[in-house]
């Protein structure tokens, strides 16, 4: 941050600090986070004629909200891509605010393949492989603390009877289904509390033209201050004292905090008076997830153009495992590979060419020696993304929605507010939950 974007800022937050507290209207907040928790939160309050400024440590807004426009007429959601569940969900509403087109992926146009690329159905193995998640969840509930999914599985009779290509299979569906869904590795994953969440219904539809409009759409008439990150917050007076990383030292009457639950457990942000016992031992036991994208460009189609997902059962479960097609969806000649968990983070480790050699040797498995090498590449490593170190949170073995409940809140006093993906309770993982949490805490500080 130059010297002219502090003089900017200072300006811009000098009104912060002499606001009565008694006009609950015009009680200034800085919101920290400019993803899409904090700016649901900060465009509320503006609208509720409170001096609201946001402060975000990326040099763009967003968060885990990332569109990119590398590939020229091919937007790229590196973070969130759908919106899953359109009835009722607020993401519709902003949505249809913002102009945004949408496009219905379905599961029913799926394609699954064998390790060396025959079509098979998945069907039969996949119920089976509920029924034992299912059977270890109902065990887990039955003792009297929690243990890993991994864990659970592992001791049922279905496990220990199988042999290797049956225990690949179960490991597989579990890849798909659980890990891939939460972000979080099944020997971290709670075995009881894994799925304690509620849905909208409807279609999931994701953004041709990328979900940044949301973002955009949020963020008119706010006033936002990107490329300061926040060294430390502390209790002054009836307000909070917000020392920036670069020295500058703000003042407000409250303070949203809206970081991933990933910068908060590395301490990120120092907090110099205690937050909650419960707080603090809600961000120790949420689980931190990932699921990282490898986006695909070609020359030209050479998979099966009418499906949206497809899914290989290839020697190691979790490696090149659940790919996205946009060809039936954009017409585009694009596939997206996710891995999450153990393996995303395992993945991580590889370059951008490394990487995409090794997809191009899935696909080639999959679909034949003839397979295309891509012509494009974009990757995520959320992991060591220093402003989210991971994804979206998920049930760590301990985890409750009540957990979540306690990370979510106000603290100091009331002069502290909690807000993200994270502490909603049955939405958490979720970019509505992000949107829901940020309404949560727009109304609590406007009733303090």
Request: net charge neutral; proline share 4%.
């Amino acid at each position: 941050m130059n010297r002219r974007t502090v003089l900017t800022l200072l300006a811009t937050l000098s009104t912060l600090r002499n606001v009565p507290h008694a006009r609950a209207a015009r009680r200034s907040v800085v919101v920290i986070g400019a993803g899409l928790a904090g700016l649901t939160a900060a465009k509320k309050l503006a609208q509720a004629g409170a001096e609201v400024t946001v402060i975000e440590a990326r040099d763009r807004i967003g968060g885990r909200i990332w569109t990119s426009n590398v590939w020229p007429g091919l937007p790229m959601d590196l973070g969130a891509s759908w919106i899953h569940g359109t009835k009722g969900n607020p993401l519709t509403a902003l949505a249809d605010a913002s102009g945004a087109k949408r496009l219905a992926t379905s599961y029913d146009a799926s394609l699954a393949l064998d390790a060396k690329g025959a079509q098979i159905d998945v069907a039969a193995p996949a119920r089976a492989t509920a029924k034992i998640i299912k059977a270890a969840q109902r065990m887990a509930e039955g003792r009297a603390s929690d243990l890993s999914l991994q864990s659970a599985i592992e001791a049922s009779i279905e496990w220990t009877s199988a042999d290797a290509a049956g225990r690949r299979l179960i490991r597989h569906f579990v890849n798909g289904t659980i890990e891939a869904e939460y972000g979080g590795a099944w020997s971290e994953t709670s075995a009881r509390s894994f799925d304690v969440t509620k849905e909208f219904g409807g279609e999931d539809v994701l953004f041709p033209n990328g979900y940044h409009q949301i973002i955009d759409h949020l963020a008119k008439g706010v006033t936002i201050h990107t490329a300061t990150p926040v060294a430390s917050l502390a209790p002054a007076g009836k307000g909070v004292t917000v020392t920036l990383q670069h020295g500058e030292i703000l003042q407000a009457d409250h303070v949203i905090v809206t970081v991933p639950l990933g910068v908060l457990k590395k301490g990120g942000i120092t907090f110099a008076a205690p937050l909650r016992k419960e707080r603090q031992k809600a961000i120790e036991t949420i689980g931190m997830g990932v699921l990282n994208k490898c986006w695909l460009r070609f020359d030209r189609i050479a998979w099966p153009a009418d499906v949206d997902w497809i899914e290989w059962l290839g020697p190691t479960p979790g490696y090149w495992s659940q790919w996205a097609s946009l060809t039936r969806t954009a017409g585009a000649p694009v596939l997206l590979a996710f891995h999450a968990g153990d393996a995303a983070r395992d993945m991580e480790m590889l370059s951008d060419a490394g990487m995409t050699l090794e997809a191009h040797r899935a696909l080639a498995a999959m679909f034949g020696a003839n397979f295309p090498k891509p012509s494009g590449a974009q990757i995520t490593r959320w992991s060591q993304d220093p402003f989210a170190h991971g994804a979206y949170s998920f049930n760590a073995v301990g985890t409750t929605p009540a957990t979540r409940s306690d990370l979510a809140g106000t603290d100091w006093d009331r002069r502290l507010i909690f807000a993200g993906e994270a502490c909603e309770p049955l939405y958490f993982g979720t970019a509505h939950g992000a949107v829901l949490s940020g309404q949560t805490a727009a109304r609590t500080a406007l009733e303090l």
